[in-house]
Structure formats: C-alpha cells, structure tokens
C-alpha cells in the first residue's frame, strides 16, 4: 500500500508522519485491495476557526470503492483520528459485505 501526505499551508510535527504510517497499516487487518491512500492536510490560517482550523482529508483509491472521509479539529492528530475512525467504518462495511454468510457448523446441521 502506498501512502501519500499533502499538507498546504501546514506545518507538520516532526512524528506525524510515522504515526500516520502506524495508523494506516493497521487497517490492512481488513481484506479491502487498497492501493493507495492519500491524506490531505489544510490549515485555516483565520483566528476564528479555531476549534476547526485543522482539516484532513483521507482519499483511499484501489480494487474496491473510492472511500473519502473528512474531519475537522483544533490539531492535527486529532483530526487525522477522527478521519481514521470514519475510514476504518466504511473499510468494516466492505469487509463484511465480501465475508461468506454460510452457517455450516456442527450446531445447524440436521441429525439424519
């Protein structure tokens, strides 16, 4: 999987990158064919948007669906988690729409 980071008129803590990193490879967990993630950073430079000045932008591309999620916050990693936990939702949805729904266990079986 191949990740990429964007960040415009933001600057960037210096371990932002690696937890990103540590973050993103944890939703591989799931079977979605993801080739690439990019994650998109803006910062509102407006005093009065303070508690939304930081904006990330997670946009997934591969096999599967397109999968975009959007989250606003007073710092970056903040909103980088809340766009994470939205990803990782409708990553969980494709998962178990692909899982098989077949119940052939010992306890369903009729006894002949």
């Known amino acids: 999987m ?3 980071i964007h960040s415009r008129h933001a600057a960037l803590a210096e371990d932002f990158s690696q937890i990103v990193e540590e973050k993103i490879h944890s939703l591989e967990r799931f079977s979605v064919l993801i080739e690439r993630i990019e994650v998109e950073i803006l910062h509102e430079a407006n005093p009065r948007q303070g508690k939304h000045a930081h904006h990330i932008v997670i ?3 591969g096999a599967g669906p397109l999968m975009r999620a959007e989250a ?3 710092n ?3 909103a980088f988690d809340e ?3 939205s990803i990782e939702l409708q990553i969980r949805k494709i998962h178990e729409k692909s899982k ?3 119940r052939d266990s010992v306890r369903f079986k009729t006894l002949s």
């Open 2 to 4: 191949k990740l990429v």
């Open 59 to 61: 946009t997934t591309h």
């Open 72 to 74: 606003h916050s007073f």
């Open 76 to 78: 970056d990693l903040a």
């Open 83 to 85: 766009a994470v936990k």
């Open 100 to 102: 098989s729904k077949n």
